[in-house]
């Protein structure tokens, strides 16, 4: 899922970044994409097992930041933005029955129902712009890729059905640069905050970091220490132990673009 | 250097401490001891090497932030506290004479010039018990050791004639701790701050942790990561190279007891 080498809109333009995704004409990831907004990650449930699903973000914050909650049935989100419709704004969709991947789409407005509830999880690509505005070089970012994120044996708190491992992206930094980054995430508890773990990826239960479950590989050089951040992918992880009858999520890394911009969730 | 297993004061009476490394009953290091008090590392130099010197400190504030600066030939410190005699209320002494370590002695009241100009500046101690607040376990502590130093190849800027190395030191953390340090230490840049490298020693010219250049060896577990903090001793290895007719420094670990809380450096 790597991005198209020419960009179908201006990327700082966010009408038109919107307007592209709605019209189906972007479906690939956003990772650099309006990156001075926030971007979510998206479960929406019915209202049965929303209930419980809200349970397992609280007792899940770091892979599991709320930004918003809609009301059962509602399609726009007001408090992300002016004009944000759930059916549309998602570049790419995933619809889970059962608790399997059934098919991935570019909208969902004839699957909407009156007692869906969507949540949006804070993404990591809204720290991404701190570190590289922070002087730190993301290899995914310069290589056009989506970030690699890993299942880990991290295990998650459970909530009703909702349980499964904690999964990570991972980021690969010189020492230097790591204990920066763990300076500059930390201002950003509502979008995964600080790192959960760096170094030895076979502590966390990672044995082969160039097969990630997730997203693109990249390499780790020798003189660099790979840096794993708490991923909003893990509703999915948790979505297949809990097979509700029906589940839509957004594909990993094409992520719902909110109005909000990334610099208000600083918390100082 | 190890602590007695009696002390010979109450630990958190900073009167009683004082008056015990003033009188020469405690010559040994100082981790654990007075811990909610800033403690200070102490070059003392004749005043056309403490200009010098002084450039050296602003050009290195991470091993070398100054907490205080004296009138030549004061031998108080006000800023410190209110009866601070640098001459005796330091636990050792090292005496240094063109670069080269001449004794160890516990106080020099007879060396004492109108010309000599007393540096004090930050100590790992301080954060220290931030991170034992925070919930940490720092093994030398447990173990009533000194930290573990070495001399990195890091190297400081220069000023005048005093260069040299960068000095570390050491504490072993699994990564979810060293983490948590990171933000921990960050509050504190007053007393060397965040880390400046974690992961492998030899990166910065560390060949063999088990052989410090100053201070006692501590176990790196399996699950451990080395993280290293610029160091307070980092100015005599500095001291090495400029080779000034006199010198005088604390020895390794036996700092400076100051009036001030450590609290009081935090920086929000």
């Known amino acids: 899922m790597n991005a198209p080498s020419t960009q179908i809109f201006s990327n700082t333009d966010l009408p038109a970044v919107r307007q592209a995704i709605r019209q189906g004409r972007w479906t690939s990831h956003t990772s650099g994409v309006a990156q001075d907004r926030v971007q979510g990650n998206v479960v929406i449930l019915p209202e049965c097992e929303a209930n419980d699903f809200l349970r397992f973000c609280q007792r899940n914050p770091k892979p599991c930041p709320l930004l918003a909650v809609s009301e059962p049935g509602e399609t726009m989100l007001p408090t992300l933005g002016q004009d944000i419709d759930i059916?549309?704004?998602?570049?790419?969709?995933?619809?889970?029955?059962?608790?399997?991947?059934?098919?991935?789409?570019?909208?969902?407005?004839?699957?909407?129902?009156?007692?869906?509830?969507?949540?949006?999880?804070?993404?990591?690509?809204?720290?991404?712009?701190?570190?590289?505005?922070?002087?730190?070089?993301?290899?995914?970012?310069?290589?056009?890729?989506?970030?690699?994120?890993?299942?880990?044996?991290?295990?998650?708190?459970?909530?009703?059905?909702?349980?499964?491992?904690?999964?990570?992206?991972?980021?690969?930094?010189?020492?230097?640069?790591?204990?920066?980054?763990?300076?500059?995430?930390?201002?950003?508890?509502?979008?995964?905050?600080?790192?959960?773990?760096?170094?030895?990826?076979?502590?966390?239960?990672?044995?082969?970091?160039?097969?990630?479950?997730?997203?693109?590989?990249?390499?780790?050089?020798?003189?660099?220490?790979?840096?794993?951040?708490a991923c909003g992918v893990t509703p999915q992880a948790a979505i297949r132990q809990a097979r509700p009858p029906l589940c839509i999520t957004h594909a990993p890394g094409a992520m719902l673009i909110t109005d909000l911009f990334n610099s208000q969730l600083a918390s100082f």
């Open 87 to 229: 059916c549309t704004d998602v570049p790419m969709y995933r619809i889970w029955r059962d608790g399997e991947l059934l098919e991935e789409r570019a909208e969902i407005t004839d699957l909407w129902r009156d007692d869906l509830v969507t949540f949006v999880i804070g993404c990591s690509f809204s720290f991404e712009q701190a570190l590289i505005e922070a002087g730190l070089r993301l290899r995914h970012v310069d290589q056009g890729k989506n970030v690699a994120m890993y299942r880990s044996n991290m295990p998650t708190l459970a909530a009703g059905p909702f349980h499964g491992p904690t999964v990570v992206s991972m980021r690969p930094l010189k020492a230097a640069e790591a204990i920066r980054a763990v300076q500059v995430t930390s201002r950003f508890p509502r979008v995964h905050g600080a790192p959960i773990h760096l170094g030895d990826p076979s502590l966390i239960g990672i044995h082969d970091l160039s097969k990630p479950d997730y997203g693109d590989a990249v390499e780790v050089l020798p003189d660099e220490i790979p840096v794993f951040w």
